[in-house]
């Protein structure tokens, strides 16, 4: 009665984002070395060269973690939703006032604000736009800034537009930045990607044609790594596509 052959799970590693196949592998190196005196010489060969190449794809992953430009991003996005709220609440105190054209006023602003209540809650690339959409159709009012001026509020208009405008140009210089990190965190992914699927075949072999109990129980842990990643990877996505262990995706 003859084995069945043992096979690595499909994966689609290079689809992998760069920190999860950084941390695949990391992973799988970490798991491979208390085995190392139980590979042959060209699994430890396949072994040495994947931590060669991902300690210089790590490197990469590194410096892309976290912008320069986050905390002021923040700092910004913060005042000018303090000075959304200061509009929105001070409109609202004057609706009642017993000041005719503090109460007009505030009705003015009331019916123009009402559509951007939302403003606060919106995903930060669309409250950029809708920001200056608010701000721009209050500048072009004459009657809309005469109201500001009467209840206060002229200000604050004054404020948030600056605060936006901020924010706006931060926002896209942090994204120029993760772009232009992901492209060279991209440039090393694929050598990364090719020398952990060289290890993956390397233990494939060994497991089935030289085998031992280590090199099994290491088989099995790989394994269990790449069905774990394999949810995280936009798997099958083309027919025409196979997994690095040469078998159809499932």
């Known amino acids: 009665m003859t084995m069945s052959k043992l096979e690595l799970s499909p994966l689609y590693t290079i689809d992998l984002k760069i920190n999860d196949a950084y941390s695949l ?16 010489n060209i699994e430890n060969a396949a072994l040495d060269q994947l931590i060669a190449d991902n300690e ?7 410096k892309n973690q976290k912008s320069e430009f986050t905390k002021d991003l923040g700092l910004f996005e ?7 709220r200061e509009i929105f609440r001070i409109t609202k105190s004057y609706i009642k006032s017993a000041d005719s054209s503090k109460k007009a006023a505030a009705e003015a602003l009331n019916f123009f604000i009402r559509p951007y209540k939302e403003i606060p809650n919106l995903p930060q690339n669309s409250k ?9 159709k209050y500048k072009a009012s004459p ?3 005469a109201a500001a001026v009467v209840i206060g509020l002229d200000s604050a208009f004054a404020g948030l537009e600056i605060k936006n405008t901020a924010c706006d140009t931060l926002y896209k210089k942090r994204n120029e930045e993760y772009a232009a990190r992901e492209l060279s965190g991209s440039s090393l992914k ?15 072999q060994a ?25 995280l990877g936009d798997n099958g996505k083309d027919d025409q596509e196979t997994p690095e262990n040469g078998t159809p995706a499932k």
């Open 25 to 40: 592998i990391k992973t799988s190196i970490e798991v491979t070395i208390p085995y190392r005196l139980q590979l042959g």
């Open 56 to 62: 210089k794809f790590g490197k990469q992953v590194n």
């Open 78 to 84: 913060k005042e000018r939703i303090s000075f959304v």
């Open 128 to 136: 950029n736009g809708i920001i200056s959409e608010f701000v721009v």
């Open 143 to 145: 009657d809309l800034k």
């Open 190 to 204: 694929p050598i990364a990607v090719a020398s952990y699927t060289q290890f993956c075949t390397a233990i494939q």
């Open 207 to 231: 497991a089935n044609l030289t085998p031992n109990d280590g090199i099994i129980a290491l088989f099995h842990k790989l394994d269990e790594l790449r069905k774990a990643y394999r949810t």
